[in-house]
């Protein structure tokens, strides 16, 4: 049996009250709980994501519920950094 590894993305789901946060552990994997914002981070399978999203908007004490950008954003930074390099390089010239 070979292990796969499944895409995960991270949901912050917005409580009127943190009490029933134990609830959502039936959902996905708790990271973390804000006390002072009211919010969880619930990790859940990719491919669950807008089925869980409606669900968890059905909740009672679930003001609403954000999916988190990640999967989304273009991680590559190609050139980036050579243009950081020859940006201080000019400015340590005029000096």
């Known amino acids: 049996m070979a292990f796969t590894i499944q895409p995960r993305q991270s949901l912050i ?3 009127y009250s943190l009490k029933q946060t134990r609830q959502l552990k039936r959902y996905g994997t708790v990271m973390y709980v804000s006390k002072k914002m009211r919010y969880v981070v619930l990790y859940v399978n990719r491919e669950d994501v807008t089925k869980l ?3 968890l908007t059905h909740l009672r ?3 609403r519920v ?3 950008s990640r ?3 273009n991680e590559t930074f190609n050139g980036v950094a050579a243009e ?5 390089e000019t400015e340590d010239d005029d000096e």
Do not use: G, N
């Open 13 to 15: 789901v917005y409580t």
């Open 53 to 55: 999203t409606d669900q």
């Open 61 to 63: 004490f679930v003001k």
């Open 66 to 68: 954000v999916a988190s």
């Open 71 to 73: 999967p989304t954003i």
């Open 84 to 88: 950081m390099v020859t940006t201080t």
